[in-house]
């Protein structure tokens, strides 16, 4: 006997339309995760000796900032576009414990290629 060919319902054939959407979901965590290690990656990577990325209370002034970072032992190279976010030198072995309680916020080692964060403000670094 030959097996009966039934007729799907409309909502059998159409499915949940968050069915869709569902699908899509390991494929979505999956790429977040790459991009959140591939970011921690490119951010911690050692970069050029004494060149760190200081990360500073958004909307201080420039100068304010800048004078901060003098009197740290270092010198501002670029400003980021990101609010706070400031490109340093310096020489001085301990500028990232000076710098921090200074205030800021964090301070990383500079990553060698910084694409897109660094300068924002018409100047070249």
């Known amino acids: 006997m030959a097996p009966r060919i039934t007729a799907m319902t409309d909502k059998a054939a159409q499915g949940h339309p968050r069915d869709g959407v569902l699908a899509f979901l390991p494929a979505l965590v999956l790429a977040l995760a790459g991009l959140a290690a591939l970011s921690g990656h490119a951010l911690m990577r050692g970069g050029a000796s004494g060149q760190y990325l200081v990360l500073m209370r958004p909307g201080l002034p420039d100068a304010v900032v800048m004078d901060m970072v003098y009197r740290a032992g270092g010198g501002v190279m670029a400003f980021g576009w990101l609010p706070g976010a400031v490109l340093t030198l310096s020489d001085q072995p301990d500028f990232p414990d000076r ?27």
Do not use: D, K, M, T
């Open 99 to 125: 710098i921090r309680h200074a205030g800021a916020w964090g301070v990383l080692a500079a990553p060698g290629n910084l694409g897109c964060a660094a300068p924002a403000r018409g100047g070249a670094a």
